[in-house]
């Protein structure tokens, strides 16, 4: 089981460039979140998939951020323009089914973005 | 809206030394409490949680709602410990909500 899936690993942009991140998350896992963190900090919750449906975005950017989660299962997010603000480490996390339950947060390896 | 502090953003510790790394939150309700762990070159991973009571590594950590905090445990620091970790909160017990995290502790155990 390769866990979580990321790519790229690592990707360097001029702002107002766009950049798109990829997110595989562990077969079978209903819920996958999007999370930025910013060097220093903690990770902050960007969106929340439920299956295909995002149930929580209200802390996306959405003047600039994008995300979908097309057929439930891989999940992209997009920046388009990207600002210099926007360097940090995003981070792609799935989980089962909720059941009533907390269920596990399985984490990627993250994209690092540098916007020079 | 609830939030989580970790007043020390690096500890160091020498081996064999008891560890404690502080966690408060800020939370009216009964949130669920978790550290999560980073180690060098590796991905975040759920340490241990307090709902579950157990100790995983030889940490521990309890809930003190008088207190509003949750700090982790360890009587003997061993080199492997050192790590980055964050203390987390979810506001529900119905699944899977969001987690407000930490700025995070980065502990180093010195040999």
């Known amino acids: 089981e390769a866990g979580v899936v990321q790519s790229p690993r690592y990707k360097i942009i001029e702002k107002k460039q766009p950049v798109a991140f990829w997110c595989n998350p562990i077969s079978g896992h209903n819920t996958l979140y999007w999370y930025r963190q910013n060097l220093g900090q903690g990770p902050e919750l960007l969106i929340r998939y439920e299956n295909e449906e995002a149930v929580d975005d209200s802390q996306l950017p959405k003047d600039r951020f994008s995300a979908e989660r097309l057929k439930g299962v891989d999940s992209t997010l997009k920046i388009q323009p990207a600002e210099l603000g926007d360097s940090a480490v995003y981070l792609c996390a799935s989980s089962a089914l909720a059941g009533g339950h907390y269920n596990e947060q399985f984490f990627g390896p993250g994209t690092r973005l540098t916007v020079l | 809206a609830q939030r989580v502090t970790q007043p020390e953003k690096l500890l160091s510790v020498f081996k064999g030394a008891p560890v404690e790394l502080k966690c408060n939150y800020s939370y009216s309700g009964s949130p669920e409490l978790f550290w999560y762990v980073q180690y060098s070159r590796q991905r975040l991973q759920l340490l241990l949680r307090?709902?579950s009571r157990e100790s995983i590594k030889g940490f521990t950590a309890d809930l003190n709602k008088g207190e509003t905090s949750f700090h982790l445990k360890k009587p003997f620091a061993q080199e492997e410990d050192s790590a980055m970790y964050y203390c987390?909160?979810?506001?529900?017990?119905?699944?899977?909500?969001?987690?407000?995290f930490g700025t995070g502790t980065r502990l180093t155990i010195i040999p």
């Open positions: 307090h709902i």
């Open positions: 987390a909160l979810s506001v529900t017990n119905f699944g899977n909500e969001k987690l407000t």
